[in-house]
């Protein structure tokens, strides 16, 4: 999704935030697209000219071979499969981003890759969603991505319920090393703790047509946009909103809980075991016993 023009959203009051930057990062499958989606209505541009969303995603094949040469000093990028890419490489990837426009990426956070976004004048928005719906978004995504460079090892696995079990403890799928849920995530929430940037919520942005709340989705919409110093009437709020839910090329769902409908009991205890301390951590539960 490319918008080519800058024009002012109407009934939205900007102060400097359409000159600004963003880098609008996320764990695979936890609302990328929802997040994306806000922005863009925000008013700024989807720039994708000269970044390859799956290179800021630690995920393309030839990653390695081609970025080797630049430098001595390496910058991880990715979550799921994480890959280190020069330091240079990168400042000049994300120096051909123009004002007014935003990037997606799938990255960890790392004290070189915050600093090259601060020298830049990035701002910096993630979205993050309860563990056990990314790990089951997360399961289906890849079983329809042949591209992925982990597909074969991938579809190897017996059935979805050792691909789904794969999706939250990880492990070694061939040459590829896939981390946990917890090690995904508490990787990628340091971003609100040392990097500066805005976490926000899966769950409150989807609003009530994802299963969420209406309330919730009108709040998270305003925090985004006056951490982009940008002020909205309350008539726009409500037009962002109406045009949230269900945009994007690899929407399935899009709702709250369901994992509770695929779960089985051995992928409730697998959760409980590698990532129990994370959801209560999050808020998603109060204590392990769920």
Same mark, same amino acid.
């Given at each position: ?32 697209? $929802? %997040?994306? &989606? *806000? !922005?863009?209505?925000? /008013?700024? #541009?989807?720039?994708?000219? +000269? @970044? ?9 094949? $030839? %990653?390695? &071979? *081609? !970025?080797?040469?630049? /430098?001595? #000093?390496?910058?991880?990028? +990715? @979550? ?9 490489? $990168?400042?000049? &990837? *994300? ?196």
């Amino acid at each position: 999704m490319v918008i080519r023009s800058r024009t002012r959203p109407a009934g939205a009051v900007s102060g400097r935030g359409l000159e600004t930057r963003v880098l609008a990062n996320s764990i695979p499958k936890s609302g990328t697209h $929802l %997040l994306l &989606r *806000l !922005l863009i209505l925000l /008013g700024f #541009e989807h720039f994708q000219k +000269g @970044i390859r969303r799956d290179v800021l995603s630690g995920s393309h094949p $030839l %990653l390695r &071979r *081609l !970025l080797r040469a630049y /430098g001595s #000093e390496r910058v991880p990028v +990715g @979550i799921d499969f994480p890959e280190y890419v020069s330091r240079r490489w $990168l400042e000049g &990837r *994300l120096g051909r981003v123009p004002e007014g426009a935003v990037v997606s990426a799938h990255c960890v956070y790392s004290p070189g890759f915050a600093g090259i976004l601060r020298e830049q004048g990035f701002r910096v928005v993630c979205i993050l969603r309860d563990p056990r719906d990314t790990a089951l978004s997360h399961m289906y995504y890849l079983k329809s991505l042949p591209r992925h460079p982990a597909y074969r090892e991938y579809m190897s696995l017996p059935g979805d319920h050792e691909r789904l079990m794969f999706s939250i403890r990880g492990g070694r799928l061939g040459r590829h090393v896939m981390r946990s849920l917890e090690e995904r995530y508490r990787g990628f929430m340091e971003w609100e703790e040392e990097g500066g940037a805005l976490m926000v919520r899966f769950e409150d942005l989807v609003g009530p047509k994802g299963g969420g709340s209406g309330e919730a989705q009108r709040r998270t919409v305003v925090r985004v946009a006056g951490h982009l110093g940008i002020r909205l009437d309350d008539e726009r709020v409500e037009e962002i909103c109406e045009g949230l839910f269900g945009a994007g090329r690899t929407f399935r769902r899009g709702r709250r809980g369901g994992w509770r409908e695929e779960f089985s009991a051995e992928h409730v205890e697998a959760v409980k075991e590698v990532a129990g301390d994370l959801l209560v951590d999050l808020g998603y539960e109060r204590d392990r016993r769920w």
